[in-house]
């Protein structure tokens, strides 16, 4: 069949495609196939061999499938990396998950104050959990923290100065760089110190000698200054801040509630810290270290709190009610201090290593009986989210032995649901760390062995 009138004609297919025009409407149906048969037209064309006729109705059949499937799509993290931001950052409390669904699925008092009957405060509840939960005199939640920091230079140092170290001025990744958010907010960016060190004297003369608005400590989250490096601690910041009478904003990216230390990590600047140390405005994340929705927390100092609140673009980073209820139920873990039992980031993070060794020799044997070559050998899982960059978990991995690994990968990618893993030396190896599902991963397997 290389002539193109042998093709046959859309309202032929459709004729044959009922069942189809049932389940996905003409109009989509009679897309799939136009694309099927534009698809065939240019193999012809190019002389190459179209897919046979009968074919053709399969092929519109799955690309039906494709196209209307729900996304993001449901896929099985084995790579270790637990907070993987290309994999959608942190997985849900099922509390969290549950609170999403009931403010879904129908009305709420979002915005209605049930005591009094008459409109309320969207943020109301989220304010007190974060307050409770971290120690500030007020909070206040955005979008992303991305939004937060904009919104925090736009409203404390627009058109003013606003002081960084050079240390600081990074690139987070996924587009977020320090100077460009400061940029938007029209922040005058006053650089002081070097790329490895930046000294208290160096912001002293800066503030002296500059009309300085705030002072910024940006967290470098994924990049690390080893070596000859200063930074001012934060609490002299804070000092410096405070003799001149303007806030210090402290971008602490991932933000852990939790002390990382405690679980065999690097430790990672905890937001009661920042508190604690007096910090105006603090902005953090709600789904990398926090284990909740994407979110913009902001906390710190009553004065500012309100400054923020009524800027505009408070109302255009205003956070959606679904992710504002999977944050509150995920604060509520904190408070009742169940975080390392009911949040799956700092499950995974606390997982002890005995129990991924016991679940990783039995998944190798059982691997091993339908004809996998596995064995179960030491690795590193890492937190990931531009958090504790270096900071690795000891794991255990289950490491198979495949004639071609790359081949092995994009099998699992295309798997249902799929799997993504990755290659260690010539191996493909599954951390068990971040398998959520794990007789789902087994069942994968075996369908490949
Ligand atoms: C991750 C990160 C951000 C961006 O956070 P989003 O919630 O993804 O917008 C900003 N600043 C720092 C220091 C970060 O680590």
Redesign the pocket.
């Known amino acids: 069949m290389n002539d193109l009138r042998q093709l046959p004609s859309v309202d032929k297919l459709l004729a044959q495609a009922s069942s189809l025009l049932e389940t996905y409407g003409r109009s989509l149906t009679t897309d799939a196939i136009r694309s099927v048969l534009d698809e065939a037209r240019s193999i012809i064309r190019s002389g190459g061999t179209p897919p046979d006729q009968s074919e053709l109705l399969p092929r519109i059949t799955d690309r039906l499938r494709e196209w209307t499937q729900s996304r993001p799509r449901a896929v099985m993290n084995a790579t270790g990396v637990i907070i993987h931001t290309n994999l959608g950052r942190a997985p849900l409390s099922t509390e969290a998950i549950n609170a999403m669904t009931v403010a879904a699925a129908g009305y709420s008092d979002l915005e209605y104050d049930l005591d009094r009957g008459e409109r309320g405060s969207r943020m109301a509840a989220v304010e007190d959990l974060l307050k409770r939960v971290t120690g500030a005199e007020a909070a206040f939640v955005v979008n992303?923290?991305?939004?937060a920091?904009l919104l925090a230079l736009s409203a404390l140092a627009s058109s003013k100065g606003a002081l960084i170290s050079r240390g600081q001025l990074v690139e987070?990744g996924?587009g977020?760089r320090v100077p460009d958010v400061m940029e938007q907010s029209s922040a005058k960016l006053i650089e002081v110190g070097t790329t490895n060190r930046t000294h208290r004297r160096d912001y002293e003369m800066a503030l002296v000698t500059k009309e300085v608005a705030a002072i910024v400590r940006?967290?470098s989250?994924n990049f690390r200054a080893v070596g000859f490096t200063t930074e001012v601690p934060l609490t002299e910041l804070v000092e410096l801040a405070n003799w001149k009478n303007i806030p210090l904003i402290d971008?602490?990216?991932?933000g852990a509630l939790l002390d990382t230390a405690e679980y065999g990590l690097a430790h990672e600047p905890t937001v009661q810290e920042s508190v604690a140390a007096g910090a105006h405005v603090i902005c953090f994340?709600g789904?990398?270290l926090l284990g909740g929705p994407?979110a913009?927390i902001i906390v710190g100092k009553a004065q500012y709190g309100e400054l923020l609140k009524k800027h505009p673009l408070a109302r255009a980073l205003r956070m959606d009610k679904l992710d504002l209820a999977a944050l509150s139920a995920t604060l509520v873990h904190y408070l009742k201090g169940e975080a390392t039992q009911k949040i799956p980031v700092w499950r995974m993070i606390s997982l002890p290593l005995s129990e991924i060794e016991l679940q990783a020799q039995s998944f190798a044997q059982q691997l091993q009986a339908v004809g996998f070559t596995a064995e179960v050998i030491d690795g590193q899982s890492t937190v990931g989210g531009?958090s504790l960059p270096g900071g690795t978990l000891p794991t255990r991995l289950i490491a198979l032995t495949i004639n071609n690994p790359d081949d092995f990968l994009t099998r699992l990618r295309h798997g249902d649901p799929p799997v993504v893993a990755r290659i260690e030396g010539d191996r493909v190896v599954f951390d068990l760390r971040t398998v959520m599902d794990r007789p789902a991963l087994l069942h994968a397997l075996r369908q490949l062995a």
Request: aromatic share 4%; no cysteine.
């Open positions: 992303n923290t991305a939004g920091a987070i996924g977020f940006a967290h989250s971008d602490l990216g991932s994340s789904d990398k994407q913009g531009g």
